[in-house]
């Protein structure tokens, strides 16, 4: 396990055994626990980790989990609607949008951690999905391509 790994097991383990209600009494705990963060380090931890505040009389931090079934659920619906292209392109899947949502379809791609995609680069109208090879480049393909409505024409392969 990397010291980012272990980090994050530690910073989950801290908010779900006590209640953590500032981003600052977090650092000091995993200070306590030998671990010395940053400010900008933290507030990337905690997006990633997916840690949202729940407003209560004792407002904290919790982990905020969605489910698998929500992202896919979220896919189908932006591929019906705004999806232009998807196409396999050597190690790289392109994914052509309607103008202003190919950052949504990274956001909701990068959700889902689709083993085959090892980084996500969007622009206003495109986002490039980078593989390891060209057969990761085509698994994801047809993994993406489950969520396309029918009919869709791929383009040239």
């Given amino acids: 396990m990397n010291k980012k790994e272990a980090r994050h097991q530690l910073i989950r383990s801290l908010v779900t055994e006590t209640k953590i209600h500032t981003q600052l009494e977090l650092q000091e705990a995993l200070k306590k626990n030998g ?6 380090t933290l507030s990337r931890d905690m ?7 729940v407003a209560s009389d004792d407002s904290h ?6 489910s698998q079934a929500h992202w896919e659920q979220r896919l189908r619906f932006y591929m019906e609607d ?4 998807l196409r396999p392109v050597q190690h790289q899947i392109v994914l052509k949008t309607l103008p202003g949502l190919a950052q949504s379809f990274g956001s909701i791609i990068d959700a889902m951690q ?7 680069i969007c622009g206003d109208d495109t986002c490039l999905l980078i593989c390891e090879d060209q057969e990761a480049a ?10 396309t409505p029918p ?6 392969k």
Wanted: aromatic share 14%; net charge negative; no cysteine.
């Fill in 151 to 156: 009919l869709f024409f791929f383009g040239d």
């Fill in 61 to 66: 931090y919790e982990i905020h989990s969605v």
């Fill in 35 to 40: 671990v010395n963060v940053t400010q900008a």
């Fill in 47 to 53: 997006r990633e980790l997916n840690l949202v505040k």
């Fill in 138 to 147: 085509q698994r994801g393909f047809e993994e993406l391509s489950k969520y």
């Fill in 114 to 120: 689709l083993p085959e995609i090892i980084a996500t």
């Fill in 82 to 85: 705004a999806l232009i292209m």
